[in-house]
């Protein structure tokens, strides 16, 4: 009883990076540019916010600059994809092993690997903090608390404001979007530099608040999943959400079962989310619903003079 | 749909007036796309685009602490006029020979393989149970091994290109998830059974003196002439035999192709599998080359780099054999900046997708024209 109580109370803080990255794929995919570089803006995210919070101390702060950083280095991604006009699959691997050898590099040159910073404290909602069972998933520190409001303005943004009607005309046919007068370029860098702060931000999360510590390539594959999770959940944020959530609920029982004695082969036990991820992957696929919701123009480069 | 595209085109066909002299800032300029380059333009691109990579990369070498007096000694002088550096390098190139081959294989048929590593560590395995276990004769023990290595490497290579064709499902994320699978499994058995009793590492026991790739002639070792062997073979595989040239029809149209009576789907399977037995010789070379035993890092940079040696030679098998010699030297100089300068080896990483970034970027001034727009409103 006990251990479920702990595994359910941990799973939000396991969930909120996948669902943040997914949440910024899924607004940088809406305007039609495939995002492939989670992987690397999240290691971004993840050395900024740790290299911000041992020299600031604040985690506000260091969250912020995490976001930015992440949101620095996409500028070269969009550099790549919407003026230069690179294979997108291409630009986005190169942002990924960029991005590893660049935060590898730095986090070694700077010092900043293995220097444990301090988490962020908890906070109770109370009355529901009191319920048998549930009680511990509603004892969270903030940025938990805040993501289902960063979710809402962002369905609302997409869902409901003439500008995410835009950004997604942009995703769907930039043709159409730019003979009405759309800037197709202007939204998808937009997109680009938003989506990419969240994935960074996810990042951050996971250094400053998870392992509250810097290593090489830490995020683990992470931001894969992440692009698994948005296609299984057909670009759709709220299915996103729940999808992170069930990977928080699998990454949160790899230490509940090793706390509570169950003997499992430790690197079969670790293997889980990958073999998750795959296994939703095929079952998704085998479904009859294969493309729907997937936007139209998703990694077709915009260029306003060539034939079609 | 043309008759609106038209006045474009018919735009270009204006008598050409000498364009009126125009303030700089005032000048407006459009993109066109290129039908064609002539050959040596495209190379003087592509090798601006290199030089610009290797600058940037220099400069953050030098920022690093390089002084940069030592750059070229260190990347150039050292690396190749030096016998016993010129050795490593060609040592190094082997393994590396044979990621590129097979991610130019996968990439002809149209298969991000982003699981080089997996199957990589699965022919590793493969090698090192026909060794562990004493599988064969003395004599036999390395062809063994060696196909051991290409059974694996298939093997963990079929179930993405299935799953692509049958279900369509994205083989960047199923062969990047296979990655991780095949990088525990190896922990689990260097950390478990597999662990050499006699040390405190995670190393599997030695190999025995006939299990390990010979030294042939003045220190070059077996592994360099069976990656050259293996390149041989797949430049007859993509460039003179049936398959290559079926290969061709299905990259360039798969529909049409089915139309006029190629296996595509077994085409692109073969082509796959093959991609992935080469990966798995990979890890037989490092295991039984270089370092003897399974160690636990023993794959890392190979994976990205037989993606980089294919896309940088354009999935050109001979073209590969030259990138990855260059990435090899990239390789051995890596590690002596790691031991002389304290530089860490992701350096490597971040000069290799410089490099990508600013050749990909090439492509861009070969295949768009800019070009000023003539007159105010066009």
């Keep these: 009883m006990d251990m479920i109580a702990n595994w359910l109370g ?95 590099l730095l986090g070694t040159l700077l010092d900043w690997t293995n220097k444990p910073v301090k988490g962020l404290g908890a906070v109770e909602l109370w009355p529901l903090s009191e319920l048998p069972l549930l009680g511990k998933v509603f004892v969270q520190n903030p940025l938990v608390f805040l993501t289902p409001l960063i979710f809402l303005a962002v369905v609302w943004l997409l869902t409901r404001s003439s500008t995410g009607l835009r950004l997604r005309a942009v995703g769907e046919n930039p043709q159409a979007a730019d003979a009405a007068g759309i800037s197709v370029l202007g939204y998808r860098l937009a997109a680009i530099l938003a989506g990419s702060a969240l994935i960074g931000l996810a990042g951050g999360y996971i250094s400053l608040l998870s392992t509250k510590l810097w290593i090489a390539d830490m995020t683990g594959g992470r931001g894969w999943i992440a692009v698994a999770l948005v296609i299984f959940a057909r670009w759709s944020p709220w299915k996103a959400l729940a999808g992170a959530l069930l990977f928080g609920c699998i990454e949160a029982l790899i230490p509940q079962l090793a706390a509570a004695g169950v003997r499992l082969p430790q690197y079969f036990v670790l293997m889980t989310p990958y073999a998750v991820t795959l296994a939703v992957m095929i079952w998704v696929a085998s479904g009859r619903n294969i493309t729907g919701n997937q936007p139209g123009a998703l990694g077709v480069p915009f260029i306003r003079e060539e034939r079609r | 749909m043309n008759e609106q595209v038209r006045p474009l085109i018919v735009e270009q066909a204006r008598p050409p007036a000498r364009p009126p002299r125009s303030p700089l800032l005032a000048r407006r300029y459009t993109l066109e796309i290129r039908q064609q380059l002539a050959w040596h333009w495209q190379a003087l691109i592509i090798a601006a685009a290199l030089v610009l990579g290797l600058g940037i990369s220099a400069a953050i070498l030098m920022a690093a602490g390089v002084p940069a007096g030592e750059l070229l000694n260190e990347f150039v002088i050292l690396t190749v006029f030096d016998a016993q550096s010129l050795k490593a390098v060609l040592f190094q190139a082997a393994p590396m020979i044979l990621v590129g081959l097979a991610g130019c294989m996968a990439f002809r048929a149209k298969f991000w393989n982003l699981g080089l590593e997996g199957q990589m560590i699965w022919g590793a395995i493969g090698a090192t149970a026909i060794s562990l276990f004493d599988i064969g004769p003395q004599a036999l023990r390395l062809p063994l091994m060696l196909a051991a290595a290409v059974l694996c490497g298939l093997a963990w290579a079929l179930a993405p290109v299935l799953l692509k064709l049958r279900l369509k499902v994205n083989e960047i994320i199923s062969t990047l998830m296979l990655n991780y699978l095949a990088i525990n499994f190896l922990l689990h058995l260097l950390y478990g059974s597999w662990k050499d009793p006699k040390s405190s590492f995670p190393y599997s026991p030695q190999f025995q003196p006939f299990e390990r790739l010979p030294e042939l002639f003045d220190g070059i070792s077996a592994a360099v002439p069976l990656a050259l062997v293996v390149a041989l073979l797949a430049l007859w595989f993509l460039g003179i035999s049936r398959a290559g040239l079926y290969l061709r029809f299905v990259d360039a ?25 080469m990966a798995g010789i990979a890890g037989f070379l490092v295991t039984a080359g270089q370092e003897g035993r399974l160690t636990q890092s023993f794959y890392q940079g190979y994976g990205f780099s037989g993606i980089l040696i294919a896309f940088l030679a354009r999935n050109n098998p001979v073209a590969a054999l030259v990138v990855a010699l260059l990435m090899a030297t990239l390789f051995v100089a890596g590690r002596s900046l790691q031991v002389f300068y304290q530089i860490p080896f992701s350096m490597v990483q971040l000069i290799q997708a410089i490099l990508v970034i600013c050749v990909a970027s090439s492509d861009f001034f070969i295949r768009h024209r800019i070009r000023r727009v003539q007159g105010g409103e066009s």
């Design chain 2, 253 to 277: 149209n798969p529909r049409v192709a089915g139309a006029v009576g190629v296996p595509v789907q077994k085409m692109i399977v073969g082509t796959v599998l093959i991609s992935g037995a």
């Design chain 1, 10 to 104: 941990n799973t939000p803080d396991f969930a909120v990076p996948f669902a943040l990255a997914a949440l910024g794929l899924i607004l940088t995919e809406r305007a039609g540019v495939l995002a492939l570089g989670a992987e690397g803006l999240m290691l971004v995210g993840a050395l900024a916010g740790i290299g911000a919070q041992l020299a600031y101390g604040m985690h506000g702060i260091s969250l912020l600059l995490a976001m930015g950083a992440a949101a620095l280095v996409s500028l070269l991604f969009a550099l790549m994809v919407l003026v230069l006009r690179i294979n997108q699959v291409i630009a986005g691997l190169a942002l990924v092993f960029f991005c590893q050898g660049l935060t590898g």
